[in-house]
Each structure stands twice: as structure tokens, then as C-alpha cells.
T-cell receptor
């Protein structure tokens, strides 16, 4: 079973509008971490935001916020006031408490295009 | 600024000719990772070091090797590159393997095999 599911291969948003990128996850652990990364066409993977499973407040970082709904196992990324530079691939990821092993799981990504 | 640096940014090699990609970090993180990312796919973990302990993923081909001479540096060696090894190679670091620390990635090396 997929650990991280991103159902939107591509999304379009008008400049200055808000957009939500969907992410659902699957884990039986009580402790886990959720991350969003941005990957522009240049290829670097940029860390955007983190949400811990025990955090009661939704994480926010500038124009990015994470809509964490634990019971639904969803961790959607909300980008407010979209800018042309937000056009990129966005990956949702989850870390589980597996020491000594590959404990970071990526989704398949969503390609966001911001339209002027 | 503390960061993860990968060299070179672009690498072209010939089929079967060994190639080495390098990664350095100033974050003093104890875990370093190498990922392979093919076009329009998520990154795939090849191996990682927890301090000096090397951890190879079960499906990583023997063609791929790694060295970590010290905390700051890590190398990816491809002994006999094939056309299928053309990809973006991403180095990443993290402070431990708990659920909290994010991975910090370098800019990547885009490998072309001719």
C-alpha cells in the first residue's frame, strides 16, 4: 500500500489566488512527521513545511500552511497569494520511527503551474 | 549559510566509464543520503550513512557504491554507468533519523550517459 498519496498530477492556479495541494498518508504509528518539499525545474528539493503528528496547531511558514486533519490522515498544503515563482513540482513526504532504515516516504508529486 | 553542496551540477559520462559525484555539507548532520530521481518521479533512496554506518537499500544495484570519508563529505561512485542510470542524483542530510528532522537536499547533479 502507498504510504503517501497525492491524487493531483497537475494543478493550475491564477496568480495571487490560493491553491490547495492534496496529500493523504497511511501509517499505524502514533508518532510521525509530515513534510512538503518544492522542486523547481532546476532540480533542487526545497523543504517548505513540517507538521508533527502530535502538533495540535496547523503548521504555517509564510505563505505556506499545512491543513492537518489527523482523523482523515490528510496533510494538504495551502499556498496563499500564488506567485509565478511557485510553479514547480510539490512532494508530500512522511517520516516514520524506523531507525537505521529508510524512513522517509515520498508521494508521486503534484506539478503546480501558476498562470499570470 | 549552512548548506548541502553537490558537484558537479551537470555531469556527462560515457557508457561504462566510471563516474563519481560528490556532496559536502556544512550542517554537521550525522545522516547523509543519496537519492536517484528519474524524470517526473519521486526520489528513490539508494543508500544512506548514519555516522559511519552504511545502509544499502535492497534494490540498489551493485553498480552503485558510496564512500563517506568524514562527516562533511559523501561520494557516489557509479562503476559502469548504463543508459538507464541517466537521472538527477540528490544528496541530502538530516540530524538523526527521528520523525521530526527534515532532510536538507543539495542542488543535485544531473547525470547524462552517452
Amino acid at each position: 500500500a502507498q504510504k503517501i498519496t497525492q491524487t493531483q498530477p497537475g494543478m493550475f492556479v491564477q496568480e495571487k489566488e490560493a491553491v490547495t495541494l492534496d496529500c493523504t498518508y497511511d501509517t499505524s504509528d502514533q508518532s510521525y512527521g509530515l513534510f512538503w518539499y518544492k522542486q523547481p525545474s532546476s532540480g533542487e528539493m526545497i523543504f517548505l513545511i513540517y507538521q508533527g503528528s502530535y502538533d495540535e496547531q496547523n503548521a504555517t511558514e509564510g505563505r505556506y500552511s499545512l491543513n492537518f486533519q489527523k482523523a482523515r490522515k490528510s496533510a494538504n498544503l495551502v499556498i496563499s497569494a500564488s506567485q509565478l515563482g511557485d510553479s514547480a513540482m510539490y512532494f508530500c513526504a512522511m517520516r516514520e520511527p524506523l531507525t537505521g532504515a529508510n524512513n522517509l516516504f515520498f508521494g508521486t508529486g503534484t506539478r503546480l503551474t501558476v498562470i499570470p | 549559510d549552512a548548506m548541502v553542496i553537490q558537484n558537479p551540477r551537470y555531469q556527462v559520462t560515457q557508457f561504462g566509464k566510471p563516474v563519481t559525484l560528490s556532496c559536502s555539507q556544512t550542517l554537521n548532520h550525522n545522516v547523509m543520503y543519496w537519492y536517484q530521481q528519474k524524470s517526473s518521479q519521486a526520489p528513490k533512496l539508494l543508500f544512506h550513512y548514519y555516522d559511519k554506518d552504511f545502509n544499502n537499500e535492497a534494490d540498489t544495484p551493485d553498480n552503485f557504491q558510496s564512500r563517506r570519508p568524514n562527516t562533511s563529505f559523501c561520494f557516489l561512485d557509479i562503476r559502469s554507468p548504463g543508459l538507464g542510470d541517466a537521472a538527477m542524483y540528490l544528496c541530502a542530510t538530516s540530524r538523526g533519523q527521528g520523525v521530526g528532522p527534515p532532510l536538507h537536499f543539495g542542488n543535485g547533479t544531473r547525470l547524462t550517459v552517452t
